[in-house]
Each structure stands twice: as C-alpha cells, then as structure tokens.
C-alpha cells in the first residue's frame, strides 16, 4: 500500500473522523507528519480500550511496504511493536521479518551500520536517557509525551527479548510501570491535551 492511499482510507473511515478532526493542521501538514499521529493514535486507543481501532490502524500502517525511506519507517516499525505486545502470535513473526528487511536493505555497507545500530539498541543504552527525559519533563503532559517515546524503545527491546544483552525482567518491568502511568494519566485527565491534540 501507498501511504498516499493509506492516509486517503484512514481519513475515509467514519470511526476515525472524530478524532482526526481534533487534531491541528500543524500535525497534517506532510505525509510523515500523518504517520507519525497515526502511531501515536494507535497507541492511545489500546490504551483508551479501543481494540477495534488500534487493531484497525496497525494493520493498515504495517500495510506499507519499506522501500528504504527511513524517515517513514519509524512510524511503521513503532505501531509494528504494538502489534507484538498485544498479539505476539498474530504479529510477531511478520514484524521482526519486516525490520530485519529494513536492516539490510541497501549495501553491504550500510546493512552492516544499521545491523550495529541494532545490536546497540539491545544492550539497552537509551534506557537511561530516556528515564532521564521522562522524569526531568517539564510538567505531566510532557512527561506523558516522552513516555511514548520511552515505551516505543521499551516495546523494541522487548520485540527482541531472545537477543538482549540486559536483564529482561527489567525491561518487562518497566513497560508494565510505563503503561500504568500512561493508563493512569488518561483515565484521569483524558488525552485530549497530549500529542497529537495539543
């Protein structure tokens, strides 16, 4: 699929206007900008016990064929994780082959770069500077905000639990301490006020 006609589809689908509808220009202005609120919103409706409509935008983001754009794989391979956490069986398999696809895409040269760049995700040396970004947040909708980011890197890490060169529990932890906080805040102050709304 193209992400011309995904984007086309999603704004289509009458389940989805309401909330399309609600987030700024500013977030619609490029196509990865879309992506990027489409991962997003998929991760806010698994947490807002939406199955139907975060089931619904992982299919279709996975959909998209990586074609050696970077700038809008991450978008993909980030509601490709959820898609694992949630459904390991249905999702797992297929998504670690479409990111082991995209690390060696390209030439020897730069397969081995990004193949290193993995290995180095594994040992788990983000995951203090983004407890670190997560606790220094400014205020609670920041502090929301980057644990997006946390839980993406999180989801990554647990994706490839068999290579790992951490303590898995510490990872298992954490999505579990993330998810709660985020789960949390929603329940409490709603996400109307979290990116992509605000």
Same mark, same amino acid.
């Given at each position: ?24 220009? !500013? &977030?619609?202005?490029?196509?990865? /900008?879309? @992506? ?5 919103? $998929? ?46 069986? !249905? &999702?797992?398999?297929?998504?670690? /082959?479409? @990111? ?5 895409? $390209? ?92």
């Amino acid at each position: 699929m193209l992400i011309r006609q995904l984007i086309e589809e999603v704004q289509d689908d009458a389940r989805l206007s309401p909330y399309l509808e609600l987030i700024p220009k !500013k &977030y619609k202005k490029t196509q990865m /900008d879309f @992506m990027h609120l489409l991962t997003r919103l $998929g991760y806010l409706f698994y947490l807002t016990d939406k199955p139907d409509l975060s089931d619904y935008l992982i299919d279709k983001m996975l959909a998209i064929q990586f074609e050696g754009d970077y700038r809008y794989w991450g978008p993909v391979q980030n509601i490709g994780l959820l898609g694992i956490h949630i459904d390991e069986a !249905k &999702y797992g398999e297929s998504v670690r /082959d479409m @990111m082991a696809f995209a690390r060696t895409y $390209g030439d020897e040269g730069s397969a081995s770069v990004k193949q290193k760049v993995h290995k180095r995700f594994l040992t788990g040396h983000r995951l203090n500077d983004l407890r670190a970004d997560v606790q220094g947040a400014k205020d609670p909708i920041a502090k929301m905000n980057k644990s997006f980011l946390l839980l993406y890197y999180l989801f990554y890490l647990d994706a490839f639990s068999e290579e790992l060169e951490m303590e898995h529990q510490i990872v298992r932890d954490e999505i579990k301490d993330t998810l709660a906080a985020l789960g949390h805040y929603i329940r409490s102050e709603g996400f109307n006020n979290l990116f992509p709304f605000k």
